[in-house]
């Protein structure tokens, strides 16, 4: 049964995710962007972040603990490496998002409806939003692919 719980919260780490940081790039691209429109963008992120701590929480147990495959298989799987390589990517494509926002939500927590956003900045972060998305669906495929025994070698 943990084995069906894990995979089961994993999916629907990236479910979760992937709806969040796709809202998240959408609150973001109103124009003109209102506080408003940044509170909902502070929601999907707050979204995101549970996903990915689910997500990572997740995959590091069912890699560690063998509930799949053995640990060795997915070391010796040119898929899941790739798959790790785009978690990566999306990890350091969140890093400016992720400080940009955590000042904004100060800010705003302290001059509340007064604020100005910088639409400049949330415009790059809603980009980067939308190729983080995009970069999940390739996520998937990656699983998929490793699921039925895509890229390992013995």
Same mark, same amino acid.
């Given at each position: 049964m943990l084995r069906v719980t894990l995979a089961w919260l994993h999916l629907v780490a990236l479910a979760i995710g992937f709806g969040a940081?796709?809202? #998240?790039? #959408?609150?973001?691209?109103? #124009?003109?962007?209102?506080?408003h429109d940044v509170r909902r963008?502070?929601?999907?992120?707050?979204?995101?972040?549970?996903?990915?701590?689910?997500?990572?929480?997740?995959?590091?147990?069912?890699?560690?603990a063998g509930t799949e495959k053995a640990p060795s298989y997915y070391g010796h799987n040119d898929v899941f490496i790739t798959k790790m390589a785009l978690f990566v990517l999306v990890l350091a494509l969140e890093i400016w998002?992720?400080?940009?926002?955590?000042?904004?939500? #100060?800010?705003?927590?302290?001059?509340?409806?007064?604020?100005?956003?910088?639409?400049?900045?949330?415009q790059r972060i809603k980009i980067i939003?939308?190729?983080?998305?995009?970069?999940?669906?390739?996520?998937?495929?990656?699983?998929?692919?490793?699921?039925?025994?895509?890229?390992?070698r013995p």
């Open positions: 940081v796709y809202s #998240r790039g #959408r609150a973001l691209a109103e #124009r003109p962007l209102t506080v963008a502070f929601i999907a992120d707050s979204w995101w972040g549970v996903a990915a701590v689910l997500w990572l929480v997740t995959g590091v147990w069912r890699l560690v998002p992720m400080i940009t926002l955590i000042k904004w939500r #100060r800010i705003v927590r302290l001059s509340g409806d007064a604020w100005q956003s910088e639409e400049r900045h949330a939003s939308f190729i983080e998305a995009a970069v999940l669906i390739l996520i998937v495929a990656a699983a998929v692919a490793m699921a039925r025994g895509y890229g390992y």
